[in-house]
């Protein structure tokens, strides 16, 4: 979207540049003369993008892992003009849990149903997460004010009628309030467009954004060039208000929404190295190829019977990469390999650079005299992240020389022997009364009543005599108390094993059997 104005702030002349997705036919310059009160985000914000056939083929896998929220995918420009990168954005947004949404660079001189219908075909319905369309409003066509108020309702009527959502409002300030200049939209969505300030300018019609526009110079891995960059005026559960529905778990597709684990099934995780070592493929969630997609090669051969190339360059900065991120369960000293298949490895000088229990060692391999698995060394790894191997294509060597140099998989072996987790303490086994000659017989006393301890024959027993009893202290900590041979200690009245009965016989001739419960 491209859209510009002038404006008048106390005496002065400022440019600003209200948009950055070119189009086929330039767009009217907008003027203005007065400088309206910027309206700031309620609190938090997500950033997002807006991409058009002037991107070219985006990485959409590398725009999700830099943090890319959600982005809105031109349809065409006008009925004449059909983005031919569309349908491969649309659905590569998606796939890798993008919130999409669609815009249309909107002709008010031009048929407006026939416009909306476009939208509605090559869209098709929308899927759960899905923003509403936008109807990009920036130009004129030389169209009196009431035919473009009046085209742009017919649009709004179409496609809401059709997805049942409220579409998405796109403009800037001076285009709207010289062109436009009507409250009868006011309460659809607004994204407004103005490069330079944190805060945007609004229409008068508006009192709040939904998006921001605020770059049309942006750079995002995955995309080659610059690329408009946007704001959202929310967090995560308010961008979802705004969409279709609900994204399904166990479609397998990451939905942002899912993200936050949601649904592990659709949204797996770069899993860390366990204790016993792993292999990381390079097309494995831990690895990332870096830079312009076009320029990394997936070829058959190497490990797995894929890998992924590029040339080497003698380029001050790195224009592709491979960077395989690592975590660890457990520290210690890894074997650290890479395979190389010298079929497709040219380079002589490739750099792995790796990052290791907060240190950085650098190892440079000649590719054409490696095969199979090569050894970089012994590493130091810290439990946790913040930890890698990269490699970069600038190793010194001419780019006119066209060396490849190769990015496959990565093996991890610990020499050190695995850590066994110190076993949790367990609980003392309660002592328990086994009376002789039958184990199964119940304990005597109601189960209310405190312990006592069992008599004993004199205090100069041995405490092996005394009975183990449920509840009751060990023996080493019993204080035996003996008062006409009963003893009381907390505990009903109980005969040791084998002097006990003894006693028993003694007391029930005597007619003196008594005893005490503690209290």
Known sequence: MSMRCWSVVVGCVALWSLGGCAVEEPSEPLEGVEQGLTVCADGPTLEGIDVSKWQGSVDWRAVAAS????????VSDGLQYRDEYFDANWEGARANGIVRGTYQFFRPGQDALAQADLLIERMGPLEPGDLPPVID?????NQPRAVIVSKIRQWLDRVEAATGLRPIIY???YFWQDNVAT???NDYPLWVAQYGPVCPNLPDQWSRWAFFQNSSTGRVPGVSGNVDTNFFN???NALMAMTSGDPVCGDDICHLAEREGVCPGDCPVCEPVPASGRIVEEDDLCFTGGGDPRWLRHVEGGHGDALIWTHATDAAEAANYGLWTLAFDQPGDYLLEVFIDPAWAETRQAAYEIAHAGQTSEVVVDQTAQEGWSPLGVFDFASGGQQHVRLDDNTGEPLDDQLQIVFDALRLTPLDPPVEPEPEPQPEPSPEVEPEGNPDAE??????????ASPEASPEASPEALPDVEGAPAVDDREVLVNGGCAAAGSPLRPAPIEGWLVWVGLA????LRSRRGA
């Open 443 to 452: 304990p005597e006393g109601s189960p209310e009543a405190s312990p006592e």
């Open 183 to 185: 409250t009868e939209f």
């Open 509 to 512: 001739f005597a007619g003196v």
């Open 171 to 173: 403009t800037g300030k």
């Open 137 to 141: 409003v920036e130009a004129t066509d």
């Open 67 to 74: 943090g890319v929220d959600f982005a809105f995918i031109r």
């Open 234 to 236: 929310g967090d995560l």
